[in-house]
């Protein structure tokens, strides 16, 4: 990354800043990296300026509310008290702390905050401060299309609005990444189970991937589950088209049309056919529910352990193809262990870390 020359608001100095701000937030930057960083922080005040900047516009969003028409001072002092306001990397604000007190203080100024005393040279005034000139920014809205990854913990669901209307509910062990542009609204479904509601927008295509897998729509509503085995796509409403990398003869990838009600497993390169799927099943976690119709135990053990923190083990592998039926609360393992229980084949052992599962 080069420094360009120009006046304070330099569009390529902006773009550096929004590159490294994602590089901290969506990457694990090894030390070689982050001395590159350092270096490129120390070049020139407006390198700082333009980070802090972008810090602020990206982290301030989680607590203040930018469709309310406030002043900038309401801004800043909003931001001065926000724990979240902070810098992504704190060993870089530590090495650069003294230029922050140097180099920010017009920030300040601008506002009409006070630019002297203790709290003007502490790194979290000089980072509120900047709010004033993040909402000034000319392509500011452009940073905000890189969100931060969303994820959920065990037994935790969460649902997400995006800014277009769409909306995403996060299952329990779930976690997204949202990229969004001018040309389409992509998900990035890195781990777990999501259930996307999506807007309409037919010049902006709706993408979720996870892995090789891409299922692409316009406005619809479908669940995505990303397991060991493969990942699973069902449509609850409308249609969307799978894709998973391979291509026809002319090298055009193939995309397998999914209708509401249907469902795929895609495990390999291969398009699978779609099947019919038990659309109340596959959407119950919403309802904090697991609904299972001659499922193997080890699918259900494995689909209670992503709820909660004592973990099923089976112990004989005998018993991993044993068929469960029936609906379950997916937060109360002791369903489960009573109906495991009632088995004369099975007994179950309980300790504070595991439920054991073995032959009598």
Not at 288 to 312: C, H, K, M, W
Request: charged share 20%; with cysteine; hydrophobic share 40%.
């Amino acid at each position: 990354m080069q420094q360009q020359g120009g006046s304070a608001y330099n569009a390529q100095i902006y773009q550096e800043a929004c590159e490294w701000l994602v590089e901290f937030r969506t990457g694990e930057p090894d030390e070689a990296k982050r001395e590159t960083f350092h270096a490129w922080l120390q070049m020139s005040p407006l390198h700082m300026e333009a980070y802090l900047d972008v810090a602020v516009n990206w982290h301030s969003t989680s607590s203040i509310d930018l469709t309310r028409f406030g002043s900038r001072d309401e801004l800043i002092a909003q931001a001065a008290y926000d724990p979240d306001v902070v810098v992504a990397h704190p060993s870089a604000l530590r090495r650069v702390a003294p230029t922050v007190s140097r180099d920010v203080p017009h920030a300040a100024a601008a506002s009409g905050a006070p630019a002297t005393g203790p709290v003007a040279k502490t790194p979290r005034y000089a980072l509120a401060a900047c709010v004033a000139a993040a909402f000034l920014i000319v392509g500011m809205v452009g940073v905000m299309s890189h969100a931060p990854t969303y994820s959920t913990g065990i037994g935790e669901q969460r649902s997400i609005a995006l800014r277009d209307g769409s909306t995403v509910n996060l299952n329990s062990r779930s976690r997204i990444r949202i990229d969004y542009s001018t040309r389409k609204r992509g998900v990035e479904l890195l781990q777990g189970q999501a259930l996307f509601h999506v807007a309409k927008d037919a010049a902006r295509p709706f993408i979720v991937s996870a892995g090789t897998t891409q299922v692409r729509a316009v406005g619809t509503e479908f669940d995505v589950y990303r397991k060991p085995t493969g990942t699973v796509v069902t449509v609850v409403e409308g249609r969307v088209a799978v894709m998973n990398g391979s291509t026809d003869l002319n090298g055009t990838p193939e995309a397998q049309p999914l209708s509401a009600g249907e469902q795929l497993l895609v495990t390999s390169r291969v398009v699978p056919h779609p099947a019919p799927a038990n659309v109340a099943a596959v959407t119950a976690w919403m309802q904090r529910q697991l609904i299972f119709d001659s499922t193997p135990l080890t699918e259900v053990a494995g689909e209670f352990n992503r709820y909660n923190e004592r973990q099923f083990v089976i112990r004989d592998p005998a018993l991993r193809t044993f068929q469960i039926d029936g609906v379950f609360s997916s937060t109360d393992p002791s369903s489960l262990i009573r109906f495991l229980r009632a088995r004369p084949e099975m007994q179950v052992t309980e300790t504070d870390s595991e439920i054991v599962i073995a032959r009598r």
